[in-house]
């Protein structure tokens, strides 16, 4: 596809009385959020889980779509979500393309293959809003566990996480998982949003890759606070993996080592002031685990 399209319709109805909504009650919150639900050929995830968010728990909701031909993006507009159509292929390229239309101060990355628990939105949001960076819904922190691992995925992600904290002395128990909440400035004060970044493993291994793991060792090379919760990751509901693991896989792991040579930056602190602001506001601010 060549269009980038933000749907024209009016804001959506609440959600009707016949979904199925579970989690807390929304909370009024000192930032926005985007839920930002990338899709390609996701409809019968889409049918199943989207239903299942609240529209009260988040700001906007917005489908970054890479071409679907299944009907997920008239399933979009049909509901009411906000859509873009990414206009180069590969994931990092489909945020890119997604940036100039997202509103919200915080981004809140959902697969809505099934992959991503819905009612633990407004759980990563109660931690972000606690006064971290980053909160990552971890696949393998205590109490969760992974549905959608087969026996190769599950030794990668143990690899990919144990380097990471190796190389970069962290705690991560999931530096690869989409499911995690950051600010919005945080992608240009890490860089995610340059070509620079990722053009020599995509070079090597003859790949597009995506910014997750790159975000999770940026994060802790500028020792951000970074802050995650169990999130169980439920099997995919129909369609098909997109994942290319070995080319991905060699990608990203390259990528982790190339980090300790290269990129070093200043870091600029831009958002979260509103958090701040809040709690010399009432120092018995919400202190909740
Ligand atoms: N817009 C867009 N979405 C994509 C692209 N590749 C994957 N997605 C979507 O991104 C979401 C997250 O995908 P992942 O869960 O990381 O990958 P997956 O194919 O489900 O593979 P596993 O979950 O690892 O088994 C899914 O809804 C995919 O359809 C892409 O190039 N562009
Ligand atoms: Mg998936």
């Known amino acids: 596809m060549t269009t980038s399209s933000i749907s024209a319709l009016p804001r959506p109805l609440p959600a009707s009385e016949d979904r199925k909504l579970v989690g807390p009650p929304p909370r009024r919150r000192p930032f926005t959020t985007t839920l930002l639900v990338p899709t390609l050929n996701e409809i019968d995830g889409m049918r199943s889980v989207m239903p299942l968010v609240s529209r009260e728990w988040v700001d906007?909701?917005?489908?970054?779509?890479?071409?679907?031909?299944?009907?997920?993006?008239?399933?979009?507009?049909?509901?009411?979500?906000?859509?873009?159509?990414?206009?180069?292929?590969?994931?990092?390229?489909?945020?890119?393309?997604?940036?100039?239309?997202?509103?919200?101060?915080?981004?809140?990355?959902?697969?809505?293959d099934g992959n991503s628990l819905p009612h633990l939105i407004p759980v990563v949001l109660d931690k972000l809003q606690e006064g971290h960076d980053m909160v990552i819904a971890s696949r393998y922190l205590e109490g969760a566990k992974s549905d959608d691992d087969d026996l190769?995925?599950?030794?990668?992600?143990?690899?990919?996480?144990?380097?990471?904290?190796?190389?970069?002395?962290?705690?991560?128990?999931?530096?690869?998982?989409?499911?995690?909440?950051?600010?919005?400035?945080?992608?240009?004060?890490?860089?995610?949003?340059?070509?620079?970044?990722?053009?020599?493993?995509?070079?090597?291994?003859?790949?597009?890759?995506?910014?997750?793991?790159?975000?999770?060792?940026?994060?802790?090379?500028?020792?951000?606070?970074?802050?995650e919760i169990p999130g169980d990751e439920p099997a995919r509901v129909g369609g098909e993996r997109k994942l290319r693991i070995f080319k991905w896989g060699a990608a990203y792991y390259f990528q982790f080592w190339r980090e300790l040579l290269f990129w070093r930056k200043p870091l600029v602190r831009t958002w979260g002031q509103s958090l701040l602001d809040l709690a010399s506001e009432s120092p018995t601010i919400d202190d909740r685990g």
Do not use: C
Not at 210 to 219: D, F, T, Y
């Open 60 to 112: 906007q909701i917005l489908i970054l779509d890479g071409g679907s031909t299944d009907g997920t993006t008239e399933y979009a507009l049909e509901h009411g979500y906000d859509l873009v159509v990414q206009r180069r292929p590969g994931i990092r390229f489909a945020y890119m393309d997604a940036l100039p239309h997202i509103t919200g101060d915080v981004i809140l990355t959902f697969s809505p």
């Open 152 to 227: 190769l995925t599950a030794f990668g992600n143990w690899l990919f996480t144990r380097t990471v904290n190796l190389l970069y002395r962290g705690s991560y128990t999931d530096v690869m998982v989409i499911y995690r909440a950051y600010w919005r400035e945080m992608i240009s004060a890490l860089d995610l949003d340059k070509d620079s970044s990722y053009s020599t493993p995509e070079w090597l291994f003859q790949t597009l890759i995506s910014w997750e793991p790159l975000l999770s060792v940026r994060a802790i090379k500028q020792r951000l606070k970074i802050a």
